[in-house]
C-alpha cells in the first residue's frame, strides 16, 4: 500500500525559511516523478514544484522559483522542499504527491495528508 | 486568477448527469492532452478522477468521464450520487513558463 507523509511545516516569520519533507513507501519511488501541491486556505489547489524520479530534472512555478529548491534522496525514497524568502502568500497546506509516471505529467494518483505552513509575524 | 476558468458551482439531483467546464486557450487545453481532473472532500487531500484528459485511474467509478473540444475540457458525472458532493479541479499542461495550471474550483452540490 502507498502511503506519503509529509512533515516540517509550522509556523516561520516572514523571510524565513523552512524544510518539507516527504516519506513514501509501498511503490518504487525512483520510478516517480514526485510533487508538491499547494493550498492557501480557503483557496484553489497550486502546482509548486516536481522532480523526475532520478532527480536529474526539476521543474518550479513561477511564484515560488528562486526561492524553493526540490530534492529527493532515493535512498531514503523520501522528497525535500526547501523554502527560503518566505512570503504570507506561501501560508498553506502543503501537499507531497506522486505523479502517475517518471516523468512530471500533474497526474497525481497518491497523496499525503498535507503539512501547514504559515507565515506570519 | 487561475489560467483555467471553472463554474465557481453546479449542482443536480440524485441520478442525475452534471457536466464541469474547464476553459483554457491554445496554450495549455487546446495544444495538449495533459488534463486531469481531481476531486476533493472537505478536509481532505485531492483524488485523481481523470488524466490524459480522458483516463480514469484503477479505482475510480466510470460515472465519471472526460472530454476535450478545443480550449475547453469538462468532466461529467452521470448518476450523481451524494458522496459525489465536493470540489472539483481541472489542471493542464501549458507552454507559459508556469508549466502546469490548475482552474479554480467548482463546488459541485447534490440536491
Known amino acids: 500500500e502507498v502511503h506519503l507523509l509529509e512533515s516540517g511545516g509550522g509556523l516561520v516569520q516572514p523571510g524565513g525559511s523552512l524544510r518539507l519533507s516527504c516519506a513514501a513507501s509501498g511503490f518504487t519511488f525512483s520510478s516517480y516523478a514526485m510533487s508538491w501541491v499547494r493550498q492557501a486556505p480557503g483557496k484553489g489547489l497550486e502546482w509548486v514544484s516536481t522532480i523526475s524520479g532520478s532527480g536529474a530534472t526539476t521543474y518550479y512555478a513561477d511564484s515560488v522559483k528562486g526561492r524553493f529548491t526540490i530534492s529527493r534522496d532515493n535512498s531514503q525514497n523520501t522528497i525535500y522542499v526547501q523554502m527560503n524568502s518566505l512570503r504570507a502568500d506561501d501560508t498553506a497546506i502543503y501537499y507531497c504527491?506522486?505523479?502517475?509516471?517518471?516523468?512530471?505529467?500533474?497526474?497525481?494518483?497518491?497523496w499525503g495528508q498535507g503539512t501547514l505552513v504559515t507565515v506570519s509575524s | 486568477q487561475s489560467a483555467l476558468t471553472q463554474p465557481a458551482s453546479v449542482s443536480g439531483s440524485p441520478g442525475q448527469s452534471i457536466t464541469i467546464s474547464c476553459s483554457g486557450s491554445?496554450?495549455?487545453?487546446?495544444?495538449?492532452?495533459?488534463v486531469s481532473w481531481y476531486q476533493q472532500h472537505p478536509g481532505k487531500a485531492p483524488k485523481l478522477m481523470i488524466y490524459?484528459?480522458?483516463n480514469r485511474p484503477a479505482g475510480v467509478s466510470n460515472r465519471f468521464s472526460g472530454s476535450k473540444s478545443g480550449n475547453t475540457a469538462s468532466l461529467t458525472i452521470s448518476g450523481l450520487q451524494a458522496e459525489d458532493e465536493a470540489d472539483y479541479y481541472c489542471t493542464s499542461y501549458t507552454s507559459s513558463s508556469a508549466l502546469w495550471v490548475f482552474g479554480g474550483g467548482t463546488k459541485l452540490t447534490v440536491l
Open positions: 491554445s496554450s495549455d487545453i487546446g495544444d495538449y492532452n495533459f
Open positions: 504527491a506522486k505523479d502517475l509516471r517518471e516523468f512530471s505529467s500533474n497526474s497525481h494518483d497518491y
Open positions: 490524459d484528459v480522458s
